[in-house]
């Protein structure tokens, strides 16, 4: 008898599913990276557009535009990247299963809790860096923000006028007018000063001037080679006078002392303060990287999409489900501020209701494929052929 090469069984290897995993890490961050980008240009587009408007009516000084622009995008920045965070594993679930990839995982025994390691390799580092920012350095920007238009308002009038441009004093009793403003030096070009003092209103006009500080720090705008027509209004006997040299003060604005605002503290030192209205901002800051994971965990089960119909649906609940828990936390930090509600609940109660909805929405995902695994081995040992 030939002897015949012994059979031996092959025992079945663990499923590794490693490299979906990263596979689906690297769709998480390409989708959030996409999403992201959209919704910086919006905002970055509509605060450019207010400051600019801002600018144009003459609130702010046109060099401060940029400055604030970038403050204005690092305060916006926890917010936004919590929105991308959501909606990049919300689109990456909901296309695996549109494309019934999730029903051949589900068959093959990887269930949905399993989905929760690769969702949070990506969203730790999210959270760390939203941590960071609600923590350090929105405070900061928001603090350089408020010095920088402080400085901005408090430079005398020649120092804010814009060339080319109508600028009102600050005490409202004259306006200016400068053409050009030499760069490397003191001098301006082609004024225009119109004033009104003692009911008579004076009209002065120069081809160039220059700005002169005193040794007890007086500061003139000083006309070179001018005309001053002065007179009353509705009457004929204007008088015209021409000089050579014609002085006018420069009054320095007062320094503003701005009242502290909770945004703007550190976060050591609202911790140290500890009144109802810094807790309320403490709370917030700390909030922000808690929701953005727990809203990372809600797209799990959120994600849910059946094939044969639209996804418009869980769409419509996720967006129904982050309104309501940004608002709720809005809302219980106002609380914490008037005083209606203890500190500790308005940090984790609204945490903790958020948390327990996502539980229940497991459990209920869980439960669903379990009953219909549980079918279909029924009908299929119904529908077996007997022996």
């Not at 995008?73 to 019934?100: E, G, H, K, Q």
């Not at 030096?185 to 002169?212: D, P």
């Not at 727990?294 to 089960?301: G, H, K, N, S």
């Given at each position: 008898?030939?002897?015949?090469?012994?059979?031996?069984?092959?025992?079945?290897?663990?499923?590794?599913?490693?490299?979906?995993?990263?596979?689906?890490?690297?769709?998480?961050?390409?989708?959030?990276?996409?999403?992201?980008?959209?919704?910086?240009?919006?905002?970055?587009?509509?605060?450019?557009?207010?400051?600019?408007?801002?600018?144009?009516?003459?609130?702010?000084?046109?060099?401060?535009?940029?400055?604030?622009?970038?403050?204005?995008?690092?305060?916006?920045?926890?917010?936004?990247?919590?929105?991308?965070?959501?909606?990049?594993?919300?689109?990456?679930?909901?296309?695996?299963?549109?494309?019934?990839?999730?029903?051949?995982?589900?068959?093959?025994?990887?269930?949905?809790?399993?989905?929760?390691?690769?969702?949070?390799?990506?969203?730790?580092?999210?959270?760390?860096?939203?941590?960071?920012?609600?923590?350090?350095?929105?405070?900061?920007?928001?603090?350089?923000?408020?010095?920088?238009?402080?400085?901005?308002?408090?430079?005398?009038?020649?120092?804010?006028?814009?060339?080319?441009?109508?600028?009102?004093?600050?005490?409202?009793?004259?306006?200016?007018?400068?053409?050009?403003?030499?760069?490397?030096?003191?001098?301006?070009?082609?004024?225009?000063?119109?004033?009104?003092?003692?009911?008579?209103?004076?009209?002065?006009?120069?081809?160039?001037?220059?700005?002169?500080?005193?040794?007890?720090?007086?500061?003139?705008?000083?006309?070179?080679?001018?005309?001053?027509?002065?007179?009353?209004?509705?009457?004929?006997?204007?008088?015209?006078?021409?000089?050579?040299?014609?002085?006018?003060?420069?009054?320095?604005?007062?320094?503003?002392?701005?009242?502290?605002?909770?945004?703007?503290?550190?976060?050591?030192?609202?911790?140290?303060?500890?009144?109802?209205?810094?807790?309320?901002?403490?709370?917030?800051?700390?909030?922000?990287?808690?929701?953005?994971?727990?809203?990372?965990?809600?797209?799990?089960?959120?994600?849910?999409?059946?094939?044969?119909?639209?996804?418009?649906?869980?769409?419509?609940?996720?967006?129904?489900?982050?309104?309501?828990?940004?608002?709720?936390?809005?809302?219980?930090?106002?609380?914490?501020?008037?005083?209606?509600?203890?500190?500790?609940?308005?940090?984790?109660?609204i945490h903790a209701v958020m948390l327990a909805i996502i539980l229940l929405m497991f459990y209920?995902?869980?439960?669903?494929?379990?009953?219909?695994?549980?079918?279909?081995?029924?009908?299929?040992?119904?529908?077996?052929?007997?022996?």
């Amino acid at each position: 008898m030939p002897d015949y090469p012994q059979t031996h069984r092959i025992k079945s290897k663990p499923l590794r599913t490693g490299i979906f995993h990263r596979a689906l890490v690297s769709e998480f961050a390409g989708n959030g990276l996409l999403v992201f980008a959209v919704l910086i240009g919006i905002v970055v587009v509509s605060q450019l557009i207010r400051l600019l408007s801002d600018a144009v009516s003459g609130k702010i000084a046109v060099e401060g535009v940029l400055a604030l622009l970038g403050f204005s995008a690092i305060n916006y920045l926890p917010v936004l990247l919590s929105i991308s965070l959501f909606i990049s594993v919300l689109l990456t679930l909901s296309r695996c299963y549109r494309d019934s990839e999730m029903a051949v995982w589900f068959c093959a025994g990887v269930g949905l809790a399993r989905w929760i390691r690769p969702v949070l390799w990506y969203a730790v580092p999210v959270v760390s860096l939203i941590a960071l920012l609600s923590l350090v350095l929105s405070p900061w920007a928001l603090k350089k923000a408020d010095e920088f238009k402080n400085k901005l308002e408090n430079r005398d009038d020649v120092a804010s006028a814009i060339p080319g441009a109508f600028r009102e004093s600050k005490q409202a009793d004259r306006v200016y007018f400068i053409e050009k403003v030499s760069a490397d030096s003191n001098r301006v070009g082609n004024i225009f000063v119109h004033s009104e003092q003692n009911g008579k209103i004076g009209t002065m006009v120069a081809r160039q001037g220059l700005q002169e500080t005193l040794p007890n720090g007086d500061r003139f705008l000083v006309l070179l080679n001018g005309t001053r027509y002065e007179g009353v209004p509705g009457q004929l006997d204007y008088r015209i006078v021409e000089f050579e040299r014609y002085a006018i003060r420069i009054d320095s604005a007062p320094a503003k002392q701005g009242l502290p605002w909770a945004r703007t503290m550190s976060t050591p030192d609202l911790w140290r303060s500890r009144t109802t209205w810094h807790l309320a901002e403490l709370e917030w800051r700390l909030g922000l990287p808690i929701s953005a994971a727990l809203l990372a965990l809600l797209a799990i089960p959120l994600s849910y999409v059946n094939p044969r119909a639209g996804r418009s649906l869980n769409l419509v609940l996720a967006i129904v489900l982050y309104m309501f828990y940004s608002n709720m936390i809005s809302v219980t930090n106002a609380w914490v501020g008037q005083g209606k509600l203890s500190p500790g609940i308005g940090l984790w109660g609204i945490h903790a209701v958020m948390l327990a909805i996502i539980l229940l929405m497991f459990y209920r995902r869980m439960a669903m494929f379990s009953l219909r695994r549980l079918f279909a081995k029924k009908r299929t040992h119904t529908e077996a052929p007997s022996p």
